[in-house]
T-cell receptor
Framework: GQQLNQSPQSMFIQEGEDVSMNCTSS?????WLWYKQDPGEGPVLLIA?????ELTSNGRLTAQFGITRKDSFLNISASIPSDVGIYFC????????????FGKGTLLTVNP | DTAVSQTPKYLVTQMGNDKSIKCEQN?????MYWYKQDSKKFLKIMFS???????INETVPNRFSPKSPDKAHLNLHINSLELGDSAVYFC??????????????FGPGTRLTVL
């Protein structure tokens, strides 16, 4: 079955630094999604990407749908303490499938 | 105006008990899901319903039984609870059926602790 490799597994950074995380897949996806989960809460959709090469921003967040359709990255610029949380990538392959394939998450810690 | 809501938020119970978790979405979405998030934070899909019809039934013990009385509600009943059932359970919904981009919107989670 499809698998997603998300890296890094965790990051410890200073406030103000930029952050980059990525996901790679063994097969192609039609949609890439990036979620953030705050402690004690459910995942919240940050950015959705719908076609290869697409680059989308949401405030200080920028994500790209890889040209091969097998990868995506998320960048956070000028990190702030409230960026702390777990970031998940998810891919959707389309067709008759109803499932998202999730990465294992990147735990981000921001030191003020 | 909560989009996807779950009750209860916390559930602490003894081994062997039967319990239910409820989920409701007011987004008008057609498809709903149950996920289990273990201590390593991995999100594992359990079930999905599309317009009250079961469409995903992963390898889950048959002690877990979902029920969808209408397309806005998806409940999860768990019989004979075991220690390994302790986890956070998330409900999610999407307006899309098969083939759509499948953006899913999650509830706040139910933390189940089995003693």
């Amino acid at each position: 079955g499809q698998q997603l490799n998300q890296s890094p597994q965790s990051m410890f950074i200073q406030e103000g630094e930029d952050v980059s995380m990525n996901c790679t897949s063994s097969s192609i996806f039609n949609t890439w999604l990036w979620y953030k989960q705050d402690p004690g809460e459910g995942p919240v959709l940050l950015i959705a990407l719908y076609k290869a090469g697409e680059l989308t921003s949401n405030g200080r967040l920028t994500a790209q749908f890889g040209i091969t359709r097998k990868d995506s990255f998320l960048n956070i610029s000028a990190s702030i303490p409230s960026d702390v949380g777990i970031y998940f990538c998810a891919g959707y392959s389309g067709g008759s499938n109803y499932k998202l394939t999730f990465g294992k998450g990147t735990l981000l810690t921001v030191n003020p | 105006d909560t989009a996807v809501s779950q009750t209860p938020k916390y559930l602490v119970t003894q081994m062997g008990n039967d319990k239910s978790i409820k989920c409701e979405q007011n987004l008008g979405h057609d498809t709903m899901y149950w996920y289990k998030q273990d201590s390593k934070k991995f999100l594992k899909i359990m079930f999905s319903y599309n317009n009250k019809e079961l469409i995903i039934n992963e390898t889950v013990p048959n002690r877990f039984s979902p029920k969808s009385p209408d397309k806005a509600h998806l409940n999860l009943h768990i019989n004979s609870l075991e220690l390994g059932d302790s986890a956070v359970y998330f409900c999610a919904s999407t307006p899309y059926g098969a083939g759509g981009p499948n953006e899913q919107f999650f509830g706040p989670g139910t933390r189940l602790t089995v003693l």
